[in-house]
């Protein structure tokens, strides 16, 4: 059973347009990690919600923890090239001592 | 500055050869992880540390195995690398096991390619 369901699988979109990746479970999370993945290096965190509702910003990253706290979102405005990687999330579930991630989003930002 | 480092960055084996990749830290985390990754998928939990304590996935191929000497290093083991294995291994660290205040740092990776 896949615990997080990531969407789209991927993106390609035009320099300058918004977008946004959606994050979603039928379980609660105690938090949700969102990496960037840029191609051949590891993940890198980009930012944790903690809080239902909470919402935190990174330059042009907006992420938003759902209220019931078993979905999340990551909006991208005015993407760049530079933005191009694969998205992660990932949490901690009840039961689960381990991280779980979702499949991920590819995104490609082109000139 | 602290970082994880894997080496080598990318290895070439032979069906069947035995190959270990390693990987080191210098964060001090109390956790290190195994993860394999194929092609733009999700990393895939291997196995982990948890300091000493080995705790390897229900699904991981007994063809996988670790080492942990120390706090600082901890070594992948393929035994007799199928072609199915090729991939990206990725290392990485927390501080704790779980919660919000210990994300995963990753090392770049292995890219393992059997021939």
């Known amino acids: 059973t896949q615990l997080l369901e990531q969407s789209p699988q991927f993106l390609s979109i035009q320099e300058g347009e918004n977008l946004t990746v959606y994050c979603n479970s039928s379980s609660v999370f105690s938090s949700l990690q969102w990496y960037r993945q840029e191609p051949g290096e590891g993940p890198v965190l980009l930012v944790t919600?903690?809080?239902?509702?909470e919402v935190k910003k990174l330059k042009r990253l907006t992420f938003q923890f759902g209220d019931a706290r078993k979905d999340s979102s990551l909006h991208i405005t005015a993407a760049q090239p530079g933005d191009t990687g694969l998205y992660l999330c990932a949490g901690y579930s009840s039961g689960y001592s381990t991280l779980t991630f979702g499949k991920g989003t590819m995104l490609l930002v082109s000139p | 500055d602290a970082m994880v480092i894997q080496n080598p960055r990318y290895q070439v084996t032979q069906f069947g050869k035995p190959v270990t990749l390693s990987c080191s830290q210098t964060?001090?985390?109390?956790?290190m992880y195994w993860y394999q990754q194929k092609s733009s998928q999700a990393p895939k939990l291997l196995f982990h540390?948890?300091?000493?304590?080995?705790?390897n996935e229900a699904d991981t191929p007994d063809n996988f195995q670790s080492r942990r000497p120390n706090t600082s290093f901890c070594f992948l083991d393929i035994r007799s690398p199928g072609l199915g294995d090729a991939a990206m291994y990725l290392c990485?660290?927390?501080?704790?096991?779980?919660?919000?205040?210990?994300?995963?740092?990753f090392g770049n990776g292995t890219r393992l390619t059997v021939t």
């Open positions: 964060l001090n985390h109390n956790v």
């Open positions: 919600v903690v809080t239902g509702g």
């Open positions: 540390y948890y300091d000493k304590d080995f705790n």
């Open positions: 990485a660290t927390s501080r704790e096991g779980r919660g919000a205040d210990s994300p995963l740092h």
